[in-house]
């Protein structure tokens, strides 16, 4: 056993001369773009300040309650009401049984960039853990901001609503706190059309923000319009728009205030007409985005709350969602297509869940590369099921393959965590690794060495920079 390397040292994952050269000297000391999250603004805001390690790490961690639930534990110790040590502790007995899940080296990065602690967390280890993680809890030095500056965060966009007030943005805009924490335009509910009761409720609400009443198709667009311009005043710059698949039926103007219409009266649309409404508000939607400059974002690919009886006890966004398998290439064709053919196709970053689609989105982005600014078209990073080892390395090789990694913005948390930040540090060091090893192994020239560290730095912070304007 001698020659075992020590678990999680300062060349974690780095396998070669080169990949530690790149990583210490490059990439592992740069600030953080986090550009796109699912913080909370008003924990930002207040400089929210957790009672325990249980609040901060297990608070809204769908990742962990999965593995809990797949450990045997009850839902009374993941989103019930044991208390705070409970719930820790369940934790601490799963983690033995996440060996070789992405979630054994996020809680071990967490624990040792956060608080300095090294020991792995087991049973054994768990009390003496918690208490030491809430004595420096309890310290100022651990609140929400603290823990942003201590990664070196520089900038982060939430993800919010057309109908959400933005006044936590406003007041963290207002105070002393050296992070950008920018607002990120989130449509989805007013694209829910499927669902009449709920979707007129949403209206109801966009109505009263905006302003506008909304009798019509023309109408909502003009609603999400004050908003979008709202948005922007509140120094928005990019939109994200979460989709199960993109959708693409062709739907005349006509036609999608027929929709509408129907929907306002109560109607259930059937799938053809939910698709073509969609598509319709999507187009115009990205038009918006075109007309600012913004950048968008498409998530597509996942299959969610498919535990109906779980979510109706705890509702969406608790750990009950997979993986889709719905084609995405021509759908996805022919919307850029649509927007790129009349000069309205903004900068655009594509997410794919499913791994299947990963070539398909890394040759459709080189469709619609323009020439009006470098690395227009994105493929994101590894999303969700695919923020892992394997999942960040077929991205980045694919991406390599089919396009320009130079150019590529890099990572982001997409979580809801303030502790999340040690996934930059992860993606970084598995792109050290991945072309440190190419270096050692011949593939690339040693002497383009100069290049090949301003393209790590470029990918991990500069790229990013620039393609946000931040």
């Not at 007129?200 to 905006?210: A, D, F, I, K, P």
């Not at 075109?290 to 109906?308: E, I």
Request: with cysteine.
């Amino acid at each position: 056993m001698s020659n075992v390397k020590p678990f999680m040292d300062e060349d974690f994952l780095l396998q070669t001369d080169t990949a530690r050269r790149l990583y210490h000297g490059h990439a592992e000391h740069l600030p953080i773009i986090d550009y796109h999250c699912h913080l909370s603004p008003q924990m930002i805001a207040e400089d929210h300040r957790f009672r325990s390690i249980t609040e901060l790490w297990l608070g809204g961690d769908h990742y962990k309650w999965r593995a809990m639930r797949a450990n045997g534990i009850d839902e009374r110790y993941i989103t019930g009401d044991a208390d705070d040590w409970e719930k820790f502790r369940k934790w601490a007995e799963t983690i033995p049984y996440t060996l070789r899940n992405p979630l054994y080296h996020w809680t071990h990065l967490e624990l040792r960039t956060a608080f300095g602690i090294n020991e792995v967390l087991n049973p054994d280890t768990a009390r003496h853990i918690y208490d030491q993680c809430n004595a420096m809890l309890a310290d100022g030095a651990f609140s929400a901001r603290s823990l942003m500056l201590r990664y070196k965060v520089e900038a982060v966009c939430t993800t919010d609503d057309p109908v959400d007030s933005l006044e936590h943005h406003q007041a963290v805009r207002q105070s002393a706190f050296g992070v950008k924490v920018l607002p990120a335009w989130r449509p989805d509910k007013a694209m829910a059309v499927e669902n009449p009761t709920a979707y007129r409720q949403y209206l109801e609400r966009l109505s009263e923000v905006s302003g506008v009443a909304i009798a019509g198709y023309a109408d909502l667009i003009d609603a999400l319009q004050v908003r979008h311009d709202y948005f922007a005043t509140q120094g928005c710059r990019l939109a994200d728009h979460g989709l199960n698949a993109f959708p693409w039926r062709e739907c005349t103007e006509r036609e999608a205030h027929s929709l509408f219409a129907r929907v306002l009266d109560g109607a259930t649309l059937g799938n053809e007409d939910v698709e073509k409404l969609q598509t319709s508000l999507l187009l115009d939607l990205a038009r918006m985005n075109a007309r600012k400059g913004w950048v968008q974002q498409f998530h597509f690919g996942a299959q969610r709350n498919n535990n109906t009886r779980m979510f109706r006890q705890i509702g969406p966004d608790t750990g009950f969602d997979s993986i889709a398998d719905a084609r995405c290439a021509a759908p996805m064709a022919r919307f850029l297509d649509a927007l790129d053919a009349s000069g309205q196709l903004a900068k655009t970053i594509l997410y794919n869940l499913n791994p299947a689609d990963n070539a398909v989105v890394a040759t459709m982005i080189g469709n619609f590369q323009d020439g009006s600014t470098p690395g227009k078209m994105q493929w994101g990073a590894g999303w969700w099921f695919n923020d892992q080892l394997d999942g960040m390395a077929q991205q980045l090789n694919q991406l390599s393959l089919q396009g320009l990694l130079s150019r590529f913005v890099g990572m982001l948390t997409d979580s809801r965590s303030f502790l999340s930040y040690p996934r930059h540090e992860y993606f970084r060091r598995l792109l050290c690794n991945l072309i440190g090893r190419d270096v050692e192994d011949g593939l690339l020239p040693e002497s383009e060495w100069p290049r090949m560290a301003q393209m790590v730095e470029d990918i991990c912070y500069n790229n990013a920079k620039q393609y946000f304007n931040f």
